[in-house]
């Protein structure tokens, strides 16, 4: 035992081995097994770890310096240990090193297993000198018979550093191979002189240089010891908006089941001069250099051109766009353009006259009987549109008080229609029509109808809309005639009837003239009769053609999802879809009405 002892004490001076350790037998020491205590939390460098394989060369080299020097830290590989690479960057850096460091250790591990090379070398240098000697030549033939090759020793390697560049040159690794035999240990010169001949000149640590010469951990340990500066592209430009680009025009309901329909702000005015948007300039990229001193070019951010319409003009400095005009801006066609505004501050009556007006309409007052008024863009109406008159909007209209009409009333609009009421009135719109109430009154609508806020009624007359009709309430307890129609092209069908109908006056018309005594006079109204009524009719048919081309594209777009939903569906409501049609003799609640299969479902 005491010789036991004292071998172990002998053995831990010399190879440096843990006092508290017992020398096992010479077997290979498994390299996971030693793995330094701050390996032992993943989370600080786990993704960035690379796994290394047992039959790793790197094993084999360790094992042979922990044979020539003792207790030795296990072989360590990591990226990232502090957290600034992004993920993407470190999973692509580890297969690439891995590759890479498979080549390095193989190439050390074979250049540590010694060949004689200086012998071989003077062997071949005295063979120049005497390729005749027979005494040579002999001895050589008696040293292969007898099998007395000499043994090849061990090599002899300094400490060597391998550097490890990242794809883009920004960081640089650095992982030491230790001296084999009597070579070299590690020192500072020998650091620099691998940065050196890696031309690696830029962000280097040189702390960690210093310090890595006489670190108990400096071998088999990957560091990061440059750091390059990343290349930043710069900004593209960008367009700030003073006014919006798309209107929201869809309404808000209170808690008191209510709409303000004053709040829609279809118009946007803006006075000569001000500003409709300004652009922020794109900013330069800022160049980086790499580990190796290379400069690493940055793109510029690109510029943006600001969205000149008509009537807008660009600053000086070229960085606003400004009204030209004072007038309504709108962004049509991707671009901001300015149209100019009527303002009526009171009613449309015989101060003003009828108006026709290729822009904006803001009317503070009522539409009196009589009066038509035709805009090229939005309307906006502050009262009434009274009976008698007629209403065309280009774009949207918005009326704050409501449509009284007596049957002969038209309103119109290319985009949608918000209301406080509809009475007596024929209504035809592009898109959406929104009310609290319909009453006695004939719709024909290109999208949906909406009548859900305030008492939500439609009583009476005829409501015809393509897409959907939503109401709290569909006919009355009285059971008034009331019909919703569903699907097809109510707006296409309207201007037909319209055209028809001049169509009949103009006919009528002939016939009266026709029934007059000859004259001058006669004939100069035939003439002119007889040229509407061409005109008429060549209308009539390019509508019913273009009535024809678009059945084929209804089918292809897939409709068949239209429905009505009420709360409440009185009898006498007659519900048509297409060609098909149901009339109801009971009350329906909660009522969903839709086509299936050729079928009209109440459910």
Request: net charge negative; proline share 5%.
């Amino acid at each position: 035992m005491l010789i036991m002892s004292i071998k172990n004490k002998f053995t831990n001076l010399l190879f440096g081995e843990k006092p508290e350790e017992p020398e096992p037998a010479r077997k290979e020491p498994e390299p996971v097994d030693e793995v330094p205590p701050e390996l032992a939390s993943p989370s600080a460098f786990s993704m960035s770890l690379l796994e290394l394989s047992e039959d790793h060369p790197i094993f084999r080299l360790h094992a042979q310096r922990r044979h020539e020097a003792g207790y030795l830290p296990a072989p360590r590989i990591c990226l990232d240990e502090e957290g600034v690479l992004s993920p993407e960057m470190v999973h692509r850096e580890l297969n690439r090193l891995r590759t890479v460091l498979i080549a390095a250790c193989s190439a050390r591990l074979k250049a540590a297993q010694g060949t004689k090379k200086k012998e071989e070398k003077k062997k071949k240098d005295d063979k120049k000198k005497d390729p005749k000697d027979e005494k040579k030549k002999h001895e050589k033939k008696n040293e292969k018979k007898n099998g007395a090759a000499q043994d090849e020793g061990p090599a002899v390697l300094d400490a060597q550093p391998f550097l490890y560049l990242s794809a883009d040159k920004l960081y640089a690794w650095m992982l030491v191979f230790p001296p084999v035999g009597k070579g070299a240990e590690l020192s500072r010169e020998m650091l620099y002189e691998a940065l050196v001949s890696q031309e690696i000149t830029y962000g280097v640590d040189t702390r960690l240089i210093d310090q890595l010469s006489h670190n108990d951990k400096r071998y088999f340990n990957l560091y990061l010891v440059a750091k390059g500066k990343p290349a930043f592209d710069g900004k593209n430009g960008n367009i700030v908006d003073n006014f919006p680009r798309k209107i929201q025009r869809v309404l808000e309901v209170d808690e008191f089941d209510q709409v303000d329909y004053t709040s829609l702000n279809l118009i946007h005015n803006a006075d000569k001069g001000e500003e409709i948007c300004h652009l922020i300039k794109p900013t330069e990229g800022e160049p980086g250099r790499s580990v190796q001193g290379e400069e690493i070019p940055a793109k510029s951010g690109k510029p943006v051109p600001l969205p000149r319409g008509k009537n807008t003009e660009i600053s000086e400095d070229g960085t606003q766009l400004l009204a030209s005009i004072a007038g309504s801006v709108e962004f049509t066609g991707n671009v901001f353009q300015v149209k100019p505004v009527l303002e009526i501050a009171g009613d449309v009556d015989f101060s003003t006259g009828s108006i026709n007006f290729l822009g904006d309409i803001n009317i503070h007052g009522n539409v009196l009987s009589g009066f038509t008024v035709q805009a090229g863009g939005n309307i906006n109406i502050d009262g009434v549109v009274e009976a008698g008159s007629s209403v065309e909007a280009g774009g949207d209209l918005a009326v704050v008080k409501g449509i009284l009409g007596d049957g002969t009333t038209t309103v119109q609009a290319r985009g949608s229609i918000f209301s406080k009421y509809v009475e007596n009135a024929v209504i035809c719109v592009r898109e959406n029509l929104q009310t609290d109430c319909i009453i006695s009154s004939s719709v024909y609508c290109g999208g949906e109808v909406l009548v859900q806020s305030g008492r939500g009624k439609i009583m009476g007359g005829w409501v015809w809309a393509a897409r959907r009709i939503c109401a709290n309430a569909v006919g009355s307890q009285s059971e008034c005639k009331t019909t919703v129609a569903l699907g097809g092209r109510p707006c296409a069908s309207f201007e037909r009837e319209i055209v028809q109908r001049e169509v009949n006056a103009l006919e009528m018309e002939m016939e009266k003239l026709e029934c007059q005594p000859d004259s001058p006079v006669k004939t100069s109204l035939l003439s002119k009769t007889r040229l509407k009524l061409t005109a008429a009719e060549m209308k009539m048919r390019q509508l019913e053609e273009r009535m024809q081309r678009m059945a084929p594209e209804e089918k292809r777009e897939g409709q068949g999802n239209e429905r009505l939903e009420c709360s409440v569906a009185y009898p006498g409501t007659k519900i048509r879809f297409g060609d098909d049609a149901i009339r109801l003799h009971q009350i329906y609640r909660r009522c969903v009405a839709t086509k299936v299969h050729g079928e009209i479902l109440l459910m």
